[in-house]
């Protein structure tokens, strides 16, 4: 597979992805507030009226990045040659990650605003989804395996998160804490496994 000219190498698209995470997370924390409002000293009450919102939103947005880029990491490292279409697939879904930042700053901004949060946990909602179609075709067969599972735990927290957000914005954002959860699934999985007494075939 790897001479054949109609392959990708996934190491090259690892690298853009490296910058691209790192990039996007970094910039989560442009929109915090660079100072109190003047006039005063700031205190404990206004510094929490300042940064309370922007700082739950960029440790939200931060943790969750943080999960898809090791499930990306994961995926690559399992299907390390690709198609031309599953490579413009995967850089779709890092331009879904380069928009991280906007959306971000919306809801750090206004949090408590039912529009503004049903377009965020949108968003958030289609990077999992496109992280699961992007393992289902990784997979191939074994496409109903553990690794696909975890990688539709978010799909299903987000569409939670999306319903949760037309109803009262302030509870949308507990499913997707429980987002976190996907990856040591998948760990503890892993290690099930490999403690597992080999089979004899003989």
Do not use: C
């Not at 206004?46 to 990306?72: E, K, N, Q, T």
């Not at 377009?119 to 393992?135: E, K, P, R």
């Not at 074994?142 to 927290?157: C, I, K, M, Q, S």
């Amino acid at each position: 597979m790897a001479d054949d000219p109609n392959m990708f190498e996934m190491r090259r698209l690892e690298q853009l992805s490296n910058t691209v995470f790192g990039v996007a997370m970094t910039l989560l924390a442009y929109d915090l507030p660079r100072g109190v409002a003047a006039g005063a000293a700031p205190t404990w009450g206004s510094l929490a009226d300042v940064y309370a919102r922007p700082l739950i939103a960029l440790a939200l947005s931060f943790m969750i990045a943080g999960v898809f880029w090791i499930s990306h990491h994961r995926r690559l490292q399992r299907a390390p040659y690709a198609s031309r279409p599953v490579v413009t697939l995967n850089l779709v879904f890092l331009m879904t990650i380069v928009a991280l930042p906007a959306t971000n700053g919306l809801y750090g901004a206004y949090r408590h605003n039912g529009p503004v949060a049903i377009l965020y946990f949108s968003h958030m909602t289609l990077i999992a989804s496109l992280n699961m179609l992007l393992w289902y075709i990784a997979l191939g067969r074994d496409a109903r395996g553990r690794p696909f599972l975890a990688a539709l735990v978010p799909v299903t927290l987000g569409v939670a998160a999306v319903i949760l957000a037309n109803i009262n914005p302030d509870y949308a954002s507990y499913p997707m804490l429980l987002a976190f959860a996907a990856p040591l699934v998948t760990w503890r999985w892993t290690k099930a496994e490999e403690t597992l007494p080999a089979k004899d075939e003989s």
